[in-house]
């Protein structure tokens, strides 16, 4: 079974805090993706990667940047955190094999 | 870019019977069409998915259908139970490429 683990499932940070969101998977996955999810929006790519020390902006990256030093971990920084940055984080992998992605359980973050 | 738009937004069926989800794309280099069910305050788990060399294919009581040419792909369910409930994501993806998921189907199953 793959398992792709998000290191918090709530976190609560103040206004201008350096935030990291750390996702960990198991499946030796070459491609791993953060996402965030607000409702009535689904599911927005904030960055993704393809390979260790590689990444790709998304959708939504401004605020946002990334750090993979290693294939199992994919870091999801929030330079100085806002309000509006409050929302549910999804972490993902996915094999170049197969395409098949995989989430992990995500993280609940609350920026007051 | 990818654009993925998905139909309806909210979805109630009565027990028992069959619920339809559609999603179309835009981009015809996508070749790999994924099904996630999230269910309240659980994580998106891949259920079914369907590449573009094939039509359909079915998993018990759950279908996926692709029309290449029209660029559209739909979720049947068969046979739906209230456990069925949950929001739904289609996603569009081509080999190397970050996935385009659309905004979501809740799908309420009354007893």
């Known amino acids: 079974d793959v398992k792709v683990t998000q290191s918090s499932r709530y976190l609560v940070k103040r206004t201008g805090e350096k935030v990291f969101l750390e996702c960990v998977q198991d499946?030796?996955?070459?491609?791993m993706f953060w996402y965030r999810q607000d409702p009535g929006l689904g599911l927005r790519l904030i960055y993704f990667?393809?390979?260790?020390?590689?990444?790709e902006k998304g959708d939504i990256p401004e605020g946002y940047s990334v750090s993979r030093e290693k294939k199992e971990r994919f870091s999801l920084i929030l330079e100085s955190a806002s309000t509006n940055q409050t929302s549910m984080y999804l972490c993902?992998?996915?094999?170049?094999?197969?395409?098949?992605?995989?989430f992990g359980q995500g993280t609940r973050l609350t920026v007051v | 870019g990818e654009n993925v738009e998905q139909h309806p937004s909210t979805l109630s069926v009565q027990e028992g019977d069959s619920a339809v989800i559609k999603c179309t794309y835009s981009d015809s280099a996508s070749n790999y069409f994924p099904w996630y069910k999230q269910e309240l305050g659980k994580r998106p788990q891949l259920i079914i998915d369907?590449?573009?060399?094939?039509g359909e294919k079915k998993d018990q009581r759950i279908a996926v259908t692709l029309n290449k040419t029209a660029k559209h792909f739909s979720l049947h369910i068969t046979e739906t139970q209230p456990e069925d409930s949950a929001v739904y994501f289609c996603a569009a993806s081509s080999p190397g490429n970050q996935f385009y998921f659309g905004t979501g189907t809740s799908l309420t199953v009354i007893p």
């Open positions: 499946m030796d996955h070459e491609n």
């Open positions: 993902a992998s996915s094999s170049q094999s197969t395409g098949r992605a995989f």
């Open positions: 990667s393809y390979d260790v020390k590689m990444k």
């Open positions: 369907i590449r573009s060399n094939v």
